[in-house]
C-alpha cells in the first residue's frame, strides 16, 4: 500500500511539473510555429502548431533587415551593449557590496538604507531627469547612455548588491585577517581573496544583467533615433507598420533567433545560477 501510494504521488508530481512545463514553453513552441507560416497564416491558422507548408524563407527575408542595414548589425549593437553593460554592473556592483560589507565609513548606513530603499524607486521616475542629463552630455544616439551608468552601479543595481553582500558576509573574515597580516591592503584584499570567492555571484548578476539588457526596450528607444544603432529589441518593432500591413511571420523569425543567444547562456551556465541565489557564501 505504501509502495502503491508513492508510485502514485510520483506520477501526479511528475504529470503536473510536465502540465506546467508545456504551459509555460507553449508561447514559445507557438512562436516557433507562427515562425514558418506565411504571414497571411499566422493569426487564421493561429491554433494549428505545425504549419501545412513551412516556409524557410522568412529567415532569410528577415535576417535581410531594412535597408542596408541587415540583422546581423541589429545583433551586433545588441550583444556591444549587453556585453559592455554587463561588465560595468559586475564590476561596480562587486565593489560597492564589498565596501558595504566590509570597510567602514561615514553614514554607512544611510548609504545602504538608500541601496535598498533604491529597489522600490519605479524606474519610470528616471527616465526624464537622465534623458536631461545625457542630452547636455550630447551622448543621444551613442551607446554611451546604455553602457555608461552600469560601471557606476547605475539602475536596476540594487539588487545585484544586495545579491553580492549576501555572498561577502557569508566568508570567514578570518581570512581578511590573515591577508592583512600577510601585507594586502583593501584593493588586494579585494581582488585576490574575495572576488575568487563569490565568483558564482559574480556569474548570477552576469547572467540577470545579460537577460535585462538584451531584452531593454526602452532605453535603447529614447536614445537611439538611427536604425544602424538599433539592438535587436528596438529591430523588431521596425515590422510593425501601421499604415500598411505587418510582416509578422518575418518578425517572428527574427525574434525566434533573438531568443537563441539567451537560451545558450541560460543551459551554459544554470549551475550558477542555483548556486548564485540558493547559497550564502562559504559555510563554516
Known amino acids: 500500500m505504501k509502495d502503491f501510494k508513492k508510485i502514485f504521488g510520483s506520477i501526479v508530481y511528475h504529470s503536473g511539473n510536465i502540465l506546467l512545463a508545456i504551459i509555460m514553453l507553449y508561447p514559445i513552441i507557438w512562436l516557433l ?28 527575408n528577415g535576417w535581410a533587415g531594412f535597408g542596408n542595414t541587415t540583422f546581423a548589425t ?44 533604491s529597489m522600490m524607486l519605479p524606474k519610470q521616475v528616471l527616465l526624464v531627469p537622465q534623458y536631461i542629463l545625457f542630452h547636455k ?47 594586502c591592503g583593501t584593493f588586494k584584499l579585494f581582488i585576490y581573496i574575495i572576488a575568487p570567492l563569490i565568483k558564482p555571484a559574480l556569474v548570477t548578476v552576469g547572467i540577470f544583467a545579460v537577460y535585462w539588457q538584451w531584452q531593454d526596450f526602452v532605453g535603447p528607444l529614447l536614445y537611439l533615433n538611427k536604425p544602424e544603432l538599433y539592438p535587436v529589441s528596438l529591430a523588431l518593432k521596425l515590422f510593425s507598420d501601421p499604415s500598411t500591413v505587418t510582416n509578422w511571420s518575418n518578425m517572428f523569425a527574427m525574434s525566434a533567433l533573438s531568443l537563441v543567444p539567451v537560451i545558450l547562456i541560460f543551459f551554459v551556465f544554470q549551475k550558477y545560477i542555483v548556486e548564485g541565489i540558493s547559497s550564502q557564501g562559504l559555510k563554516g
Open 33 to 60: 510555429s507562427s515562425s514558418f507560416k506565411a504571414n497571411g497564416e499566422v493569426f487564421i491558422n493561429a491554433h494549428q502548431l505545425i504549419p501545412d507548408t513551412f516556409h524557410f524563407e522568412n529567415y532569410r
Open 74 to 117: 541589429f545583433f551586433k549593437n545588441s550583444i556591444v551593449i549587453t556585453a559592455i553593460s554587463t561588465l560595468g554592473y559586475i564590476f561596480s556592483c562587486s565593489v560597492v557590496a564589498f565596501a558595504l560589507v566590509r570597510t567602514e565609513f561615514k553614514f554607512k548606513k544611510f548609504w545602504f538604507a538608500t541601496v535598498m530603499l
Open 137 to 183: 552630455f550630447n551622448w543621444i544616439n551613442t551607446f554611451s547612455p546604455l553602457v555608461v551608468p552600469p560601471f557606476f552601479a547605475g539602475p536596476s543595481s540594487a539588487f545585484f548588491i544586495f545579491l553580492i553582500m549576501q555572498f561577502i558576509r557569508g566568508i570567514p573574515k578570518e581570512l581578511d585577517e590573515a591577508a592583512t597580516i600577510d601585507g
